[in-house]
């Protein structure tokens, strides 16, 4: 059964970098052929597919997020990242790493639990 789970600072000040990593177990990150995406929810609103690195290493990204978006991979560590730069609180969300067949998101079968990161000063 695979699982991921987020990790990372609950707490981020404006301007600075959001770092969360996803760690993957009961399957390989590289496997054919999925992608693995960040997806946020801020409150009170709908989910936002922020950007996915694929099964080979590729990388895809939201076109209204990507000049601040980064998402990379350890393959030792079978764990995928997601940086966010230059956050303001309107990037206050809970964020989801997920599984999908679909290199810009979509058709998700796995899930992780969320992280809340609140950005204040």
């Known amino acids: 059964q695979v699982q991921l789970q987020e990790s990372g600072p609950g707490l981020v000040k404006p301007s600075q970098t959001l770092s969360l990593i996803c760690t993957v177990s009961?399957?390989?990150?590289?496997?054919?052929?999925?992608?693995w995406s960040w997806i946020r929810q801020p409150p009170g609103k709908g989910l936002e597919w922020m950007g996915a690195?694929?099964?080979?290493?590729?990388?895809y990204y939201s076109p209204s997020l990507q000049s601040r978006t980064s998402i990379s991979r350890d393959t030792s560590k079978n764990q995928f990242s997601l940086q966010l730069s230059s956050v303001t609180p309107e990037d206050t969300a809970v964020y989801f790493c997920?599984?999908?067949?679909?290199?810009?998101?979509?058709?998700?079968?796995?899930w992780g639990q969320g992280t809340q990161v609140t950005v204040s000063s």
């Open positions: 690195i694929g099964y080979e290493g590729s990388n």
């Open positions: 997920a599984r999908g067949n679909r290199a810009t998101g979509g058709d998700y079968d796995h």
């Open positions: 009961g399957g390989s990150i590289t496997t054919s052929y999925y992608y």
